[in-house]
């Protein structure tokens, strides 16, 4: 089975301009998480999707959104860019919601806002 | 609130010596479930356990194994005979039953195993 791939890889955007990362789950996985990892705040939570509905939300601002397609393939949006928004992003798929099951993360997308 | 502390920040080891990570978390709920990943210089996050809180026993696999601790709120991960390719950062993180896929992930652990 292929594993959890994101596009692109990296990323070079300037403040105010928006972006849209893409990440395709283990085929079968329904659920997609995404992470925000920085040297200052280490790895936090994004938001889940299942199913196509958000099931999680971390603590971030409006300005950071997703969603996720009838395929399970999910996309993150950020719009008005700021400085502090260069992170590597971080996506996992697991096969269903909650209870024990691992999740199994993408190669990330290395954002960096100038 | 949860919470996951990596007390280690960097741990730097010479080739074959054993190294114990630390991990230790904080949670009301009575059932959750702990894990660690490595993440090599690519960037992946690597699966490497999976812990639920009713499962007690310690775990090895090869050169890996981890003591869960109920009583003191901690997950340790030992590496036996360490070998340069261990040279990672390891994160411990914690998920509650009610929280979905959330993960709560400590700081991390740099190990770095010298030849």
């Known amino acids: 089975k292929a594993g959890v791939t994101q596009t692109p890889r990296y990323l070079i955007k300037t403040r105010g301009q928006q972006v849209t990362l893409s990440c395709s789950p283990i085929?079968?996985?329904?659920?997609v998480s995404w992470y925000q990892q920085t040297p200052g705040q280490g790895l936090q939570f994004l938001f889940e999707?299942?199913?196509?509905?958000?099931?999680n939300k971390g603590n971030f601002p409006g300005r950071f959104s997703g969603r996720q397609f009838s395929n399970s393939r999910s996309e993150m949006n950020v719009s008005t860019l700021e400085l502090g928004d260069s992170a590597l992003y971080l996506c996992?798929?697991?096969?269903?919601?909650?209870?024990?099951?691992?999740?199994?993360f993408g190669p990330g997308t290395r954002l960096t806002v100038l | 609130a949860q919470k996951v502390t990596q007390a280690q920040t960097e741990i730097s080891v010479v080739e074959k010596e054993d190294v114990t990570l630390d991990c230790v978390y904080e949670?009301?709920?009575?059932?959750?479930?702990l894990f660690w990943y490595k993440q090599p210089p690519s960037g992946e996050l690597v699966f490497l356990i999976r812990?639920?809180?009713?499962?007690?026993q310690n775990e090895i696999s090869g050169r890996y194994s981890w003591n869960f601790q109920k009583s003191t709120s901690s997950f340790n991960f030992t590496i036996t005979a360490s070998q340069v390719v261990d040279s990672a950062v390891y994160f411990c993180?914690?998920?509650?039953?009610?929280?979905?896929?959330?993960?709560?992930f400590g700081g991390g652990t740099r190990l770095m195993v010298k030849p």
């Open positions: 993180a914690l998920r509650t039953l009610n929280a979905g896929n959330m993960l709560t």
């Open positions: 812990r639920n809180s009713f499962d007690e």
């Open positions: 999707y299942f199913s196509e509905t958000q099931r």
């Open positions: 085929s079968g996985h329904r659920s």
């Open positions: 949670t009301r709920d009575t059932t959750y479930y």
């Open positions: 996992a798929s697991s096969p269903e919601a909650g209870e024990g099951n691992e999740q199994f």
